[in-house]
């Protein structure tokens, strides 16, 4: 039994990264696309989240998926509810030592100030009772941060902070993400408003609760240093945010003790046309460059 302590040590310390395999029902058109699949090759959402249900379970199941370089994965819900070898899919990874956490946000509001604050979630506390019982061990939501404006960066990481305790007392492990578009014109500014914000909630928090935080590669190596080693973080993680693995790995290594949560990144080069060895190949190759970069 991998019990929630020695999942709690894995990810505070373990040596490896996290596979971020959560994309929802707006993006998983998107994601199929770039697996091989076009929009005209499934005729509903059913087919749709069965072809995506399909992959996953194609990346999960291959022989390099191992808890030697991946600690953890992201799960989309309709996944967590789902079936690899008749088994539920957390009760599968956690049989190979890899701790799940659920995506649980409903998507983004409309810009505000210059963020998309997430839209409410319904039914949260019986969702991640019935998470908890599957064995899920943490959470993950995500916002995004466009512009350099102070009130809009604020509310976004209050939210997240405020959505985090509850989690807490429902006593799994939140990720935070409060994503900053890698296109923004002022991204320097914006990842410095983001860390004093992050610190000031850091601060209040009582002395037995932690987070994980999931934030953008930053423009400057090392950036997020004082997080790091902040001792209510739990760990740090990063989102690839749309730059392509071989960009997002050296960005990566530049940021000592922050690991990968990387989604597109790491499945860029899987194809559905791909035969069993050719898709483990290119899997293999992915975890492995993902993997150096965050132990370097």
Known sequence: MYTFQEQLKSIKEGKGFIAALDQSGGSTPKALLGYGIAEDQYKDKTEMFQLIHDMRTRVISDKNFTQNKILGVILFEKTMNGLIDKKPVPSYLLKKN??????????????????????????????????????????????????????????????????????????????????VDIHAKDKIEIEALLKQNILLELDKLDENKSVILKLTLPTVPDFYKGLVNHPKVIRVFALSGGYDIETANILLAKNKGVIASFSRALLNNLKFQQSTDEFSLALDSAIDSIYKASIT
């Not at 959505?163 to 990720?175: K, M, S």
Request: aromatic share 6%.
């Open 98 to 179: 890899i701790v799940t956490f659920l995506k649980i946000d409903k998507g983004l509001e409309n810009l505000k100030e210059g963020a998309k604050l997430m839209k409410p979630i319904p039914n949260m506390k019986s969702r991640l009772s019935e998470a908890k019982k599957l064995g899920i061990f943490g959470t993950k939501m995500r916002s995004v941060v466009y512009e350099n404006n102070l009130n809009g960066i604020r509310d976004i990481v209050k939210q997240q902070f405020a959505f985090g305790l509850d989690i807490l007392e429902c006593g799994l492990i939140p990720i935070l993400e409060p994503e």
